[in-house]
């Protein structure tokens, strides 16, 4: 089975431009997250979706940044205007039922 | 709000046991969990702990006193492969949101 797949991999943009992070979850699961990792602040969530539909967005830094999960297999992460302070690693992760979330890959992003 | 104390390195050498302290002040609690993450990948899971007393799982064990509010991870029969950062997490108020420590990293020495 395929895991959680993240696209692109490396993502390097300068200060301003739109960044969009993409996600396909493990077929079945129901829930999504979206992570963000720095040495500073560690790993945070940032939003989650039930059966598609956002039910945590606490986490998201800023209005610059948003979330949607159109359909049960996509989800996309949009940070728009970026600044190098949104430099991390991004990870989705999904889950069905139990308490264990499986990660993908991550993308890592740098904002110049 | 909430909050997970973790040490930030623990070192230990290959065949050893080590044991990995995490305390957590939450609003609620709903469970705690453990992940791996090895340098450049990403976390994985190990295990949960809902209720209290010991989960086995291979060469790995997890804890939990929710009275304390204080878990652990034990590992035994260390390897080299286990070198890497785990983190505790607790479900402060449901089993989908889940808020992660800052990580101990384990380093092994031969």
């Known amino acids: 089975d395929a895991g959680v797949i993240q696209s692109p991999r490396h993502e390097v943009t300068e200060m301003g431009q739109e960044v969009t992070l993409r996600c396909k979850p493990i077929s079945g699961h129901n829930s999504l997250f979206w992570y963000r990792q720095t040495m500073m602040r560690g790993l945070e969530l940032l939003i989650y979706f039930n059966n598609n539909v956002p039910i945590d967005d606490s986490g998201m830094p800023e209005d610059r940044f948003s979330a949607k999960m159109p359909n049960a297999s996509f989800s996309t992460l949009k940070i728009q205007p970026s600044e190098p302070r949104d430099s991390a690693v991004y990870f989705c992760a999904s889950k069905q039922g139990t308490y264990e979330q499986y990660f993908g890959p991550g993308t890592r992003l740098t904002v110049t | 709000g909430q909050s997970l104390e973790q040490p930030s390195e623990v070192t230990a050498v290959e065949g050893a046991i080590v044991q990995i302290n995490c305390t957590y002040q939450t609003s609620g609690f709903y469970g705690l969990s453990w992940y791996q993450q090895h340098d450049g990948g990403a976390p994985t899971f190990l295990s949960y702990?809902?209720?209290?007393g010991l989960e086995e799982t291979g060469r790995f064990s997890s804890f939990l006193s929710r009275s304390d509010s204080y878990g652990y991870l034990l590992l035994q029969e260390l390897q080299m492969k286990d070198s890497a950062s785990y983190f505790c997490?607790?479900?402060?108020?449901?089993?989908?949101?889940?808020?992660f420590g800052s990580g101990t990293r384990l380093s092994i020495r031969p």
């Open positions: 702990n809902a209720l209290d």
């Open positions: 997490a607790v479900s402060p108020g449901s089993a989908s949101k889940i808020i």
